[in-house]
């Protein structure tokens, strides 16, 4: 009997960030070349059409350089009470191009001194004729409050990174959408449906979950949806069933739960895993570079290997 075995996607491979320094440490989790010298390519499901290893010794057994940091002006900042805002940064046409990806996300940092501490915030909407970038900052810790106080008119930014869905490459443009949307995961929704024009004809169930009418309006622009509570037990059986029929008919959607880690756990309760491996979720790992560096994101499977989950788009068991 074959033995079953966690193959991993990397989010960057065959990126212009690969390879990365991962490979350079010999940690590299797609590829063994650079630990063991023994390739492992033969083995490994879904293919990235590209060799880390041979772009590695091809640049001169060099990372890839690390993404630069960037000063970036806030043009304008909306505020919805007391812990909630929209930061539109001013990064040019080159920045939002770059940003209109589905899962895109930045790190951003307050330029309050020299801190450095960076926040992920996944991109909201993009402008590529005015150069601007939308970004909804809930406040809920010191480094958020800093993003949105009124006297700071710049950010540190770096990035943006693409990892901020799970099996966000599933997602194809011709396909409507079935969305189950919760509070401040709208922005990663939003910017998928502006880089997907099929998914603007979405079924959208929205947890409003504090989000103020004004800023649904706002970003949804006429977008039809229906209003859930997914506290309310009615609410979440009916979402829970429109789920399963959608997985289930054979109609080719876009399927997207992006919710907390809570209610997505109870959403795939009853699913199979084939069906839970069509669901574009968040990536709810606790990001601090995007990069693989600091391992704050580190997640070691039954395996014993250690793994960053800002670059692992997902794993294939074998």
């Not at 406040?139 to 990892?163: C, E, H, M």
């Amino acid at each position: 009997m074959k033995e079953e075995r966690l193959h991993y996607i990397c989010a960057d491979r065959g990126s212009q960030r690969c390879p990365c320094h991962l490979m350079a440490a010999g940690q590299c989790y797609t590829c063994t070349m650079e630990k063991t010298g023994v390739c492992s390519c033969d083995e490994t499901v879904g293919w990235q059409g590209v060799c880390p290893y041979t772009e590695y010794m091809q640049n001169g057994k060099e990372a890839a350089p690390l993404a630069k940091s960037v000063e970036i002006r806030i043009k304008a900042r909306q505020s919805f009470g007391d812990d909630l805002a929209v930061i539109c940064l001013e990064g040019g046409a080159g920045f939002a191009i770059q940003c209109q990806k589905p899962g895109a996300y930045i790190m951003a940092d307050a330029l309050i001194g020299e801190r450095g501490w960076r926040t992920p915030l996944s991109v909201l909407a993009t402008d590529a004729a005015a150069g601007t970038v939308d970004f909804l900052v809930r406040v809920t810790g010191p480094k958020t409050a800093w993003l949105v106080d009124p006297s700071i008119d710049r950010w540190q930014v770096t990035g943006p990174f693409y990892n901020g869905l799970l099996h966000s490459q599933d997602l194809k443009p011709e396909k409507k959408a079935f969305a189950i949307v919760r509070g401040t995961a709208l922005a990663p929704y939003l910017c998928a449906c502006q880089g997907l024009p099929g998914m603007e004809t979405s079924q959208l169930y929205l947890d409003k979950n504090g989000l103020p009418e004004e800023l649904v309006e706002q970003y949804l622009i006429g977008q039809p949806y229906t209003a859930v509570n997914l506290d309310n037990q009615e609410d979440f059986e009916k979402v829970e069933k429109q789920l399963q029929t959608v997985l289930r008919m054979g109609t080719p959607y876009n399927v997207m739960v992006l919710v907390s880690p809570y209610f997505a756990e109870k959403l795939r309760e009853n699913l199979t895993e084939e069906e839970k491996g069509r669901l574009v979720v968040p990536n709810s790992a606790n990001f601090c570079c995007g990069e693989g560096i600091c391992g704050a994101c580190s997640y070691t499977d039954k395996e014993g290997r250690t793994v960053r989950l800002c670059k692992c788009h997902e794993a294939v068991l074998e």
